[in-house]
């Protein structure tokens, strides 16, 4: 079974643009979550979707959106990026919504914000 | 604010020793605390998680001690191999409101031969 697999692997992108990242979980897997990585803040949730829907939100500001189509891939927009939007960002795929549940990660894919 | 504090920000251990990662926490709400491993250039893994109602879970050569009064938990690495050099992180679960999953900042364990 393909893992989960995130597009592009890495990226870089200028203050002020925005930017969408991709997601395709696992075969069957449902639920997908995002996560932001950086060497300051550490690995921070973002948002899971379940079934096209948003079931669960962390802290960030509204400029981080998400959404997750009918096969389950989720994609994550990003505007008016700023220098410290510069970070890993993972996704995650698991059977079950809510976190309880095994989350499979992808790779992550690398921005910078020049 | 960090949620779940965790030390030390990085371990060497010689193969075959024992390798300790701790983290606290002060959310009561927190009912689930899962443990990761990261390799360099990969996404995070599970790697064993526990629920409150029980002190101690084992996996293997992995064992999470679990100290709700004092609001702490730890993972324990058994006969340490070279293998096992990553970054660790713990993670806790807040059912509540926002269904929000906070981490650690992360333990970087070296295991030398």
């Known amino acids: 079974k393909a893992g989960v697999t995130q597009t592009p692997r890495y990226l870089i992108k200028t203050r002020g643009q925005q930017v969408t990242l991709s997601c395709s979980p696992i075969?069957?897997?449902?639920?997908v979550s995002w996560y932001q990585q950086t060497p300051g803040q550490g690995l921070q949730f973002l948002f899971e979707?379940?079934?096209?829907?948003?079931?669960n939100k962390g802290n960030f500001p509204g400029r981080f959106s998400g959404r997750q189509f009918s096969n389950s891939r989720s994609e994550m927009n990003v505007s008016t990026l700023e220098l410290g939007d510069s970070a890993l960002y993972l996704c995650?795929?698991?059977?079950?919504?809510?976190?309880?549940?095994?989350?499979?990660f992808g790779p992550g894919t690398r921005l910078l914000v020049l | 604010q960090q949620q779940v504090k965790q030390s030390p920000q990085s371990l060497i251990v010689q193969k075959g020793g024992i390798s300790i990662i701790n983290c606290a926490y002060e959310n009561t709400a927190f009912d689930y605390f899962p443990w990761y491993q990261q390799f360099p250039g990969k996404g995070p893994a599970l790697l064993i998680a526990i629920r409150p109602d029980v002190s101690e879970k084992k996996e293997g050569r992995f064992t999470i001690s679990f100290n709700k009064s004092a609001k702490q938990f730890s993972l324990h690495i058994m006969d340490s191999q070279p293998g096992d050099s990553a970054t660790y992180f713990c993670a806790a679960l807040d059912q509540t409101g926002a269904n929000n999953l906070f981490f650690g900042t992360g333990t970087r364990l070296t295991v030398i031969p």
């Open positions: 995650a795929s698991s059977l079950g919504t809510g976190m309880l549940g095994t989350q499979y």
């Open positions: 075969s069957g897997h449902r639920s």
């Open positions: 979707y379940f079934s096209e829907t948003q079931r």
